[in-house]
């Protein structure tokens, strides 16, 4: 049935929630999903630090503010 596919990044959140869950030993969950190891390990890596960005107090300040007009480099010049 097309509505059982199951894209690859949702396989990658499965895996992050069952091993998170404690669904079974790592290397079972590796071998359900068809992860090796060393990907599955950068695949947590990068789970665990978006988790952590995702907790931390995040600044509610613009990163910028596209109505500024920045002066021209040229436009600093002396006129004598």
Known sequence: MPW????PMDEK???IADYLRQQGSFSDLCDHYGISHKATNGLLATASKALMDW???QSRRPKDCSTVTHPCPGNN???A
Do not use: A, I, M
């Open 13 to 15: 959140v499965l895996f």
């Open 77 to 79: 010049r002396r006129v």
């Open 4 to 7: 059982k596919k199951v894209k």
């Open 55 to 57: 907790k931390e107090e």
